[in-house]
Nanobody, 119 residues
Framework: QVQLLESGGGSVQPGGSLRLSCAAS????????MGWYRQVPGKERELVAAINSAGSQKHADSVKGRFTISRDNAKNTVYLQMNSLKVEDTAVYYC?????????????WGQGTHIILSS
């Protein structure tokens, strides 16, 4: 069994920075893409940033220039560096990973971590 363990959430003032981490633990699977999503009450979960195993990145327009996704394949860990945070970044942030298993793939989600922007 494998699970994703997120850390780094919390409360921060607008303009501040946070770094989220998400590590896959348990059975050692190969991992394809890894990503960060966020969700606020009443809205659909949206992609914030994604990165494949080769390091190719994609960021949502709303976070370009402020957030940076990265990963350490040796540690099966993905990071999200968030700078210049805005009130509208308040959400629950979820880590996701594509688990590769014997020719099949399936998505795995973390439990979510809260980011609260407050002045």
């Amino acid at each position: 069994q494998v699970q994703l363990l997120e850390s780094g959430g919390g409360s921060v003032q607008p303009g501040g920075s946070l770094r989220l981490s998400c590590a896959a633990s348990g059975r050692n699977y190969n991992i394809g893409f890894m990503g960060w999503y966020r969700q606020v009450p009443g809205k659909e979960r949206e992609l914030v940033a994604a990165i494949n195993s080769a390091g190719s990145q994609k960021h949502a327009d709303s976070v370009k220039g402020r957030f940076t996704i990265s990963r350490d394949n040796a540690k099966n860990t993905v990071y999200l560096q968030m700078n210049s945070l805005k009130v509208e970044d308040t959400a629950v942030y979820y880590c996701s990973a594509e688990i590769l298993d014997a020719g099949r793939s399936w998505p795995l989600w973390g439990q979510g971590t809260h980011i609260i922007l407050s002045s």
